[in-house]
C-alpha cells in the first residue's frame, strides 16, 4: 500500500511521459522485409492514452536509439510532443528535453524496457516499465505495468498519470461524449 501511495503522489507531479519505443510502444520485435525495410506494431489502445495526455496539456515524448520512419509517421499520428531518434545517449537527450520544455525530473515520467533505458530511469520521478521489461530495468523502476510493452503498458500508466493529476475524467469524457 505505501509503494502505491508512493506512486500515485509521483504520478500527481508529473507533466512530461518520455517513451522508448521497441519494448515499450512495441512488443519489441523487429520485423524486416526482403529489402530491409524495417516494419513495427504499434497498440491502439496506447495511442489513445498518449492522445489523452496530449489533450490535457502534457508534454510527450520518444527517445530512441533507431531511426524508423514507422516511429516518424505513429508520432506524427499521435501528435505528440517531440521525437528523438538515432539518440545514442539517451540521457543528454533527456537534458535538452528538460531545458526545452522547461521541466524537472520530478515532473517526468519515463517508460523504458532494457538496459539503455537505466540511466533516465534513475533520476526521472516516476521510473517506469512494461512487464516484460528485463529484471535490471525492473530493479529501476517505480511503476511496473501489469501489462507487457506493446500490449497496453503505455496505456496504464496515461490512465496512471491522467487519475493522479485528476485530469482523468475530462480526458475520457472529451472523447466518450464527442461520439
Not at 45 to 62: C, E, R, Y
Not at 74 to 84: D, E, H, P, Q
Not at 90 to 106: D, F, P, R, S, V
Not at 109 to 121: F, K, N, S, T, V
Amino acid at each position: 500500500m505505501e509503494k502505491e501511495q508512493e506512486i500515485l503522489k509521483k504520478a500527481s507531479k508529473i507533466k512530461a511521459l518520455i517513451l522508448d519505443v521497441d519494448g515499450v510502444m512495441t512488443d519489441g520485435s523487429l520485423v524486416f522485409d526482403e529489402n530491409g525495410v524495417e516494419y513495427k506494431t504499434f497498440n491502439a489502445k496506447d495511442g489513445q492514452g498518449i492522445v489523452m495526455l496530449n489533450k490535457s496539456g502534457f508534454v510527450t515524448a520518444i527517445i530512441t536509439a533507431r531511426q524508423n520512419g514507422t516511429v516518424r509517421h505513429r508520432f506524427n499520428n499521435l501528435g505528440m510532443t517531440k521525437l528523438v531518434e538515432g539518440c545514442k545517449n539517451k540521457i543528454a537527450a533527456l537534458k535538452e528535453l528538460m531545458t526545452e520544455y522547461n521541466l524537472n525530473y520530478e515532473e517526468i515520467a519515463y517508460m523504458g524496457d532494457d538496459l539503455p533505458d537505466i540511466c533516465c530511469l534513475k533520476v526521472v520521478g516516476l521510473p517506469s516499465c512494461p512487464f516484460d521489461a528485463v529484471e535490471e530495468v525492473q530493479s529501476h523502476a517505480l511503476f511496473i505495468s501489469t501489462k507487457n510493452g506493446g500490449r497496453g503498458a503505455v496505456r496504464e500508466l496515461c490512465n496512471l498519470i491522467l487519475k493522479a493529476t485528476g485530469k482523468y475524467e475530462q480526458a475520457t469524457s472529451a472523447i466518450i461524449n464527442k461520439n
